[in-house]
Structures are given as structure tokens and as C-alpha cells.
């Protein structure tokens, strides 16, 4: 699964941060967007699977609210 920049990208979090890969997003208000392009292989294992993990490092620090979504819409 790969970061993808997409229409409405107006931040670059970890940008000239090399031990972190860039993370292209879209902050609206209090939620930041990124969107991620899965492989082929990603895409059949989703397909028979049904399932998506999602890790976050938190630093020990309470979890922030996530939303996955297949549409944008739902996130804004």
C-alpha cells in the first residue's frame, strides 16, 4: 500500500524527514485526508478477505479517532 498525492493535497507531513516516507494529505479543518493506492496483489488479498489493517504509533499517547473509507466524501 503506497501514499498517493491526489487532487486537494495541500500538506506534505514528514517532508525532508528521511527516516519517514512522505505522507501526502488534505487538511480540512480538524481531519487530515490521505489517500493510498494498493498493489495487485494487495487488492485480491482485500478481495477474499474483506480485511484492511490499520497501525498507528501513538507514543504512548491516547488514540486519535481514524474513519477508513472507500469514499472521500465521507471523510469531509
Request: aromatic share 10%; glycine share 8%; net charge positive.
Amino acid at each position: 500500500m503506497k501514499n498517493v498525492k491526489f487532487e486537494g493535497c495541500n500538506v506534505v507531513y514528514g517532508k525532508g524527514q528521511p527516516e519517514y516516507a512522505p505522507l501526502h494529505a488534505q487538511k480540512a479543518g480538524n481531519v487530515s485526508i490521505t489517500c493510498y493506492k494498493l498493489s495487485f496483489k494487495e487488492r485480491l488479498k482485500v478481495l477474499f478477505t474483506g480485511v484492511i489493517w490499520l497501525g498507528q504509533m501513538n507514543f504512548d499517547k491516547p488514540l486519535q479517532p481514524q474513519l477508513p473509507s472507500v469514499n472521500k466524501n465521507d471523510l469531509i
